[in-house]
């Protein structure tokens, strides 16, 4: 389970982007009350053994059988800029007006092709 925080404002950039990761150790006695935060629910236990985390920038949680999830992660699609999204989406819109112009530029080259064709025809009546 990973909770999130509600809000509008925008969770803080990584102070230390190229620090290596540790672990995040033991965990704290009770959930947090604020988010980011992640619980860990171990196989074919009940829900009070969940183990809950604060999600901080350059830890990760190992929950075994080599799997490791890296809270920089999830952190990096907090971070991102909404801005980046639109450029994005943007240029998508751009590759699609692109291409109806293409389309309506073929249909113009066909118009001059048969004007083409035509000459070609009066050149052999002739």
Partial sequence: M?????GTAVHPDNPNPRVTSVSVGDPPNDRPHRGPYI???PSRVNYNAVRWYKISWNRYLE????VRIDFNDILNQLTEDSDDD????SDEDDEQDDGEDDREDDGEDDEDEDDDDDEDEDYEEI
């Fill in 2 to 6: 990973v909770a999130l925080a509600l």
């Fill in 39 to 41: 619980g860990y629910w």
């Fill in 63 to 66: 929950i075994g059988y080599n």
């Fill in 86 to 89: 639109d450029e994005e989406d």
